[in-house]
């Protein structure tokens, strides 16, 4: 098996099928060297709780990390995508539909390396329909070979990855259902059967599978967009919201999970998968229901903007040389991962009234510092969030970590 793209997705998915399913080889290729060499030590290039034990059981038994991506391709029966599909920031459909520059590239890598037939397995969160714009793409070699594409898209969440992995609530598999779609997607199957109740293998067409994916992200992000817009009614009729997402969350149908009001919902999935849902929509003709689930977005960044301006009001409309300790920077907790997250945001407004901003997380320091970097040294960063904390007129906080992981 190989996997191409060796970030948060493809690291610890491949690491947890390596582990469960000794009888594989397992690869995992990339384009950037020093990751991939990061991937080979202790200090992996990402964090996620529990993901350097489970590299360990495995790394340099049947799990590999190489940047030679043609060789990979060569040697493999079965290829896992997880390349990054960013929002496209240029030309056509920019700041909504999906960059698919890098899943392109790699469609046309497996193309040129191919030696033999092989099934290749559709990751990335991607539109509809690209598995089978990437099965005609490959179909256009000379070599007489045979790709089927199976749509198998990771539904795991960064800071719990390797318990979502382990215990999935489900896995669902996507493929032509032609008898060669059908046989690949057994294979597919089989792998995950390895640890995996048959039950929670669920099985679709390509479209579905793929369209499946982008849904549920836009569920799960307008439910924080839900609860977040009746946080501002509630602030105006003295209501609590935990109190009120506690009653409400009771309702069976309705369900206790996502009900936390916050600054907002960040990572580098929500926003991307809602955005690339409305293109959809719209390319489609279908104004309304893209504007619908544009909508959430719209809450979100109104939240967040919320955030900021009740913390201005708070302290007399003028921030100015106060220091305020942003406790978390990271997206959510137990992740080093900062990528869209609310707390760039507020700490660039912060900055823009001249505030004294003050940064601590116990995992995401290092990304911080980097997606910051154009305000040196005039923003102070604390691992300790007691010295953060020390003298600030304000601590903002940003990220739901538990009181005691916080302080570790
Ligand atoms: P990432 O940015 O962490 O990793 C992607 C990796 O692919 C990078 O290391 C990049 O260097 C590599 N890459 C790009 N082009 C390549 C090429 N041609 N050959 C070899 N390597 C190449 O991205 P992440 O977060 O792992 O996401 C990957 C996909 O999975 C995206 O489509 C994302 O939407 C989806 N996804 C992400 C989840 C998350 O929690 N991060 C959860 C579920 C899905």
Redesign the pocket.
């Known amino acids: 098996l190989l996997c191409?793209?060796?970030?948060?997705?493809?690291?610890p998915t491949m690491a947890m099928i390596a582990h469960k399913c000794p009888q594989y080889k397992v690869t995992v290729?990339?384009?950037?060297p020093a990751?991939i060499a990061a991937w080979q030590t202790d200090d992996l290039?990402?964090y996620e709780p529990g993901l350097l034990d489970l590299v360990k059981t495995c790394r340099g038994k049947n799990l590999f990390f190489s940047t030679d991506?043609d060789k990979g391709i060569k040697e493999s029966e079965i290829i896992f995508i997880?390349?990054?599909?960013p929002t496209k920031t240029f030309g056509e459909g920019a700041g909504k539909s999906?960059d698919l520059q890098?899943?392109e590239?790699?469609a046309r890598?497996i193309l040129r390396a191919s030696k033999s037939d092989k099934i290749i397995v559709e990751?990335?969160?991607?539109p509809v329909k690209t598995a089978i714009a990437m099965e005609r793409i490959l179909s256009l070699n000379e070599k007489g070979l045979k790709f089927e594409v199976v749509s198998n898209?990771?539904?795991?969440?960064?800071g719990t990855?390797i318990r979502d992995l382990e215990k999935p609530d489900r896995v669902l598999i996507g493929s032509k259902e032609t008898k060669s779609g059908l046989e690949a997607r057994k294979e597919i199957v089989d792998i995950y059967a390895n640890w995996i109740p048959r039950d929670r293998l669920i099985t679709s067409n390509l479209m579905s599978s793929e369209l499946s994916?982008l849904a549920a992200n836009s569920f799960l992000a307008q439910r924080i967009s839900s609860i977040n817009s009746l946080s501002a009614l509630c602030e105006k009729v003295d209501a609590d919201v935990n109190e009120v997402a506690r009653a409400i969350g009771k309702d069976s149908r309705i369900g206790d999970k996502f009900l936390k009001a916050s600054v907002g919902f960040g990572?580098?999935?929500f926003k991307?998968?809602i955005l690339n849902l409305t293109y959809l929509c719209e390319t489609f003709g279908l104004y309304e229901i893209a504007a619908y689930w544009e909508s959430i977005v719209k809450m979100n960044d109104y939240q967040t903007n919320r955030f900021v301006q009740t913390i201005t009001k708070a302290m007399f409309n003028t921030i100015t040389n106060k220091r305020i300790a942003l406790f978390g920077f990271a997206f959510k907790a137990n992740t080093s991962?900062t990528?869209e997250t609310s707390a760039l945001y507020v700490t660039r407004k912060l900055m823009m009234e001249k505030a004294h901003v003050v940064i601590s997380d116990p995992k995401a320091i290092k990304n911080a510092k980097n997606d910051l970097k154009e305000y040196g040294n005039d923003i102070e960063y604390q691992e300790d969030p007691y010295k953060a904390a020390k003298d600030a007129h304000a601590i903002a906080i940003i990220t739901e970590y538990e009181k005691t992981s916080f302080y570790f």
């Not at 997880?82 to 599909?85: G, I």
């Not at 898209?153 to 960064?158: G, N, Q, S, T």
Request: charged share 25%; with cysteine; proline share 4%.
């Open positions: 191409i793209g060796a970030g948060y997705v493809g690291g290729v990339d384009v950037m990751k290039p990402i991506v997880s390349v990054n599909t999906a890098y899943w590239k790699t890598d990751r990335s969160t991607l898209p990771e539904f795991l969440a960064e990855a994916k990572g580098s999935c991307k998968d991962d990528r």
